[in-house]
């Protein structure tokens, strides 16, 4: 059971830092600067630099912050086909 | 201001919602009852029910939970093209 959950969690680890990976990538490729995100999307810039380093286990209201700010489709931030391994 | 803010909560509220919506949808096209989802994800059954009630700013290592075992893509719970306006 303790080795299951610690599965569990690597897991969950893994797909906040891969949610992470994206934003920070996507933010890149509209050349805009954390805190540039920071001062559109009203999140501050730590929680924004904490999420891109798959810190913060954020919520879907904040996905759709980003994602407009972003001006990308929120199912976007979700693709990770493009993010390193 | 009073009012940007009043607006900007409301579409958070939409996004949560059809979030929701869409959350049931997947889960009802895979025959699985919200009991079956709780048990498979060990996530409480009055939490899924509010989640889909659009009542849970859910995370996102819930939604990756929720993929999991309905076996989609953590995408597809973002498709929201449909999911009734």
Redesign the interface.
């Known amino acids: 059971m303790g080795v299951y959950l610690f599965v569990k969690y690597l ?2 680890e893994e ?2 830092k891969k ?1 992470g990976q994206k934003l920070k990538q996507v933010r890149e490729s509209k050349g805009l600067s954390q805190e540039q995100l920071s001062l559109l999307s009203e999140v501050s810039q730590s929680q924004i630099a904490r999420t891109e380093l798959g810190q913060v ?5 904040h ?3 980003y994602a407009k700010f972003l001006k990308v ?4 931030l ?2 990770f086909s493009t993010v390193k391994k």
């Open positions: 897991k969950d797909f906040i949610f286990n954020t919520s879907i209201s996905v759709a912050i489709d929120p199912k976007e979700f693709d």
